[in-house]
């Protein structure tokens, strides 16, 4: 029997049995759907967050509190001012290059509105390093850190909230309940929030040492350095170590690149996915166990059929195919119309949730590499078994 | 109706020598079911086997069908001991050389006639529309041109059993093995039936071997093979 004319056998089978056809292929649906549309999330998270960190510009370094063992959980800085200060005039040349922070969250309140934001108490220089750039007003200067002024800068989303449809700058609002003046507000860096990130336009940048006064603390939280090149990273890397030496042990601080965080976080997520698309995977193999279960039954009702057919000249081969192609279509047409509507749920989670997704095509290619590969597996015990019935017994059940 | 006594090897089609076919019921319990069986059958024969409830006509037809292996002794088609054949031998045996008659018609109920006709063609090699072809062919020499596309379930049982016969047909096998062909039918219905299975076998040189327990069916046959208690107790050479 030509492939041909398997094929046309199973799908006539197939269809002689359509709602139970629909409803094993049903497993399968969900099985593929699932693979789909998780991984799509977790790839979605995990582009969103490295496109954060990318987005902080390149060549970056960040110096951070422990040994960077990620596993350690967070460390008690030992950074202080001075240190910025100390690394800022060891490194040569390229303007504002090295900025610190400690961060913080208070509630913000200015005319009857209230919010509840990220505060970044920041040396000068931080929005250069970081690339944020101001839509109005003017940034915070050396002298307003020098003197701990009581001036902010707002987010985008900030200065929506709490001076909705009026110009914030000149203003007086509230910071953890102490007095502060609107001086400018930083252009918006867009993407929302997610799950996955704090929202990037929804925070307030104040002088770090008015920000150590309201936080109560004399450390900074992370010191970044800018390189002025890819090639330079790994130098500036080495200033920035051999000056913190000097005051610090080698666990108090790790001095980690942007491409090495990016590596790291977009390992984690990669692994998220993967646990995700194995838990959806799950789920595919119960469907490949209702597809088994599915074609013993249509095996043994079939038995005088199958009788038949080796009476008429089939091979044991022949049946087999026969069968093995039925759950083939099966799972196959399952992983089809489960795929299409995986990428259909991407997209309307993409659209409706904050929660960023993105198919991607090895998805694509394992639901439905992994559909087929299901029947195949899981219809080789029932064809086997039709293959290999007897004839005479065959024809002889009623 | 030629009788097919021919003394050259030639004709001869088939040859049951001294064949036996033992079931094992469980572990040590044997039942012998046909206990050496020796007859032959050439090119253009009609024979039918009779004996009772049984008497190992099943087991004979099984054997004669090749869907089979004897126990013991040989049956050979064209010259060829079975069981030395591999089953896809078998299965291309039973696709080129058998066409079967079965009392309860064996169609595929969600077939039409004509794909229930061009079954044993996809099991060989030819194009969808050769095999068309010849379903059609072989349905029109059934008298059935005109139910085509019916489907068993709206055919009557001369019908059913009709299109059963072009499907045994349709490929030209060198013999008809019939399993009570009329055991479900009425009389006059059972007497047109033999009757379209005689005109084939008279037309096409086709040997006809009818399995029956019907006197009056097993009268028309050139030759009578009487069976019972698993041997032969009549009729066992031409």
């Known amino acids: 029997m030509s492939a041909r004319e398997a094929f046309?056998?199973?799908?006539?089978?197939?269809?002689?049995?359509?709602?139970?056809?629909?409803?094993?292929?049903?497993?399968?649906?969900?099985?593929?759907?699932?693979?789909?549309?998780?991984?799509?999330?977790?790839?979605?998270?995990?582009?969103?967050?490295?496109?954060?960190?990318?987005?902080?510009?390149?060549?970056?370094?960040?110096?951070?509190?422990?040994?960077?063992?990620?596993?350690?959980?967070?460390?008690?800085?030992?950074?202080?001012?001075?240190?910025?200060?100390?690394?800022?005039?060891?490194?040569?040349?390229?303007?504002?290059?090295?900025?610190g922070y400690t961060i913080g969250s208070e509630v913000l309140q200015a005319e009857g509105e209230r919010l509840t934001a990220t505060v970044l108490a920041v040396t000068a220089g931080y929005p250069a390093v970081l690339s944020r750039e101001l839509a109005r007003g003017q940034g915070l200067t050396e002298s307003d850190v020098v003197t701990a002024r009581r001036v902010a800068v707002l987010g985008a989303t900030t200065a929506e909230t709490l001076f909705p449809g009026q110009d914030p700058i000149g203003r007086t609002m509230a910071i953890g309940g102490v007095r502060y003046r609107v001086v400018g507000v930083?252009?918006?860096?867009?993407?929302?929030?997610?799950?996955?990130?704090?929202?990037?336009?929804r925070n307030v940048l104040v002088p770090i040492t008015s920000g150590q006064r309201l936080f109560g603390t004399d450390r900074l939280d992370a010191i970044f350095v800018r390189a002025t090149a890819t090639q330079t990273v790994?130098?500036?890397?080495?200033?920035?170590?051999?000056?913190?030496?000097?005051?610090?042990?080698?666990?108090?601080?790790?001095?980690?690149?942007?491409?090495?965080?990016?590596?790291?976080?977009?390992?984690?997520?990669?692994?998220?996915?993967?646990?995700?698309?194995?838990?959806?995977?799950?789920?595919?193999l119960v469907g490949g166990v209702g597809v088994s279960n599915i074609m013993l039954v249509s095996v043994s009702e079939r038995t005088r059929e199958i009788g038949l057919r080796k009476a008429l000249g089939a091979r044991t081969r022949d049946i087999t195919r026969q069968f093995l192609l039925e759950a083939i279509v099966l799972t196959g047409?399952?992983?089809?119309?489960?795929?299409?509507?995986g990428i259909a749920g991407a997209q309307l989670v993409a659209a409706l949730a904050p929660v960023p997704a993105e198919v991607t095509g090895w998805s694509i290619a394992l639901a439905l590499g992994v559909s087929v590969a299901v029947g195949l597996v899981f219809g080789v015990l029932p064809a086997r078994r039709a293959g290999q019935l007897d004839p005479v017994a065959a024809l002889r059940r009623d | 109706m030629s009788g097919g006594v021919a003394a050259d090897a030639s004709a001869l089609l088939l040859e049951a020598i001294?064949?036996?076919?033992?079931?094992?019921?469980?572990?040590?319990?044997?039942?012998?079911?046909?206990?050496?069986?020796?007859?032959?059958?050439?090119?253009g024969d009609y024979v039918a086997i009779v004996g009772s409830s049984g008497s190992g006509k099943s087991t004979l037809l099984n054997l004669l069908g090749v869907l089979d292996?004897?126990?013991?002794?040989?049956?050979?088609?064209?010259?060829?001991?079975?069981?030395?054949?591999?089953?896809?031998?078998?299965?291309?045996?039973r696709n080129q050389r058998i066409g079967f008659v079965f009392q309860s018609f064996h169609l595929l109920p969600r077939l039409t006639a004509v794909d229930n006709v061009i079954l044993p063609l996809v099991y060989r090699p030819g194009t969808k529309r050769e095999r068309r072809e010849r379903a059609e062919a072989a349905l029109a020499a059934v008298g059935l041109a005109d139910r085509m596309a019916h489907r068993p379930g709206e055919l009557s049982g001369g019908q059913q059993q009709r299109v059963a016969i072009a499907r045994a047909l349709v490929t030209e096998p060198a013999l008809v093995l019939a399993d009570e062909p009329t055991g479900n039918l009425d009389t006059t219905t059972g007497e047109d039936i033999m009757a379209l299975l005689e005109s084939i076998q008279a037309e096409q040189d086709t040997a006809l071997v009818v399995i029956t327990h019907e006197p009056e069916i097993a009268h028309r046959a050139a030759r009578t093979i009487v069976l019972r208690d698993g041997v032969i107790a009549d009729g066992s050479s031409p």
């Open chain 1, 8 to 99: 046309r056998v199973a799908m006539q089978a197939l269809i002689a049995n359509r709602l139970r056809s629909a409803l094993t292929t049903l497993g399968v649906l969900i099985g593929v759907m699932s693979v789909v549309l998780l991984v799509a999330i977790g790839q979605g998270a995990r582009s969103e967050i490295t496109g954060a960190i990318e987005g902080l510009g390149s060549n970056l370094l960040f110096v951070l509190p422990g040994d960077g063992d990620f596993g350690g959980g967070p460390r008690r800085s030992s950074f202080v001012l001075d240190d910025v200060e100390r690394i800022d005039r060891e490194l040569l040349g390229g303007g504002t290059r090295v900025a």
């Open chain 1, 186 to 201: 930083l252009a918006r860096v867009g993407g929302g929030g997610s799950p996955f990130g704090p929202d990037q336009d």
């Open chain 1, 234 to 284: 790994e130098a500036d890397r080495a200033v920035v170590r051999r000056v913190l030496a000097q005051r610090l042990d080698a666990e108090e601080f790790s001095v980690i690149s942007q491409d090495e965080i990016i590596g790291v976080v977009g390992d984690i997520l990669q692994i998220l996915t993967l646990v995700l698309a194995a838990i959806a995977g799950i789920s595919l």
């Open chain 1, 333 to 341: 047409i399952g992983g089809a119309i489960g795929l299409a509507l």
């Open chain 2, 18 to 43: 001294d064949v036996v076919r033992t079931y094992r019921l469980g572990r040590d319990v044997e039942v012998p079911a046909l206990r050496g069986v020796s007859f032959q059958v050439d090119h």
């Open chain 2, 69 to 93: 292996r004897p126990t013991s002794g040989q049956v050979r088609y064209d010259g060829r001991d079975v069981r030395e054949l591999p089953d896809a031998e078998l299965a291309r045996l």
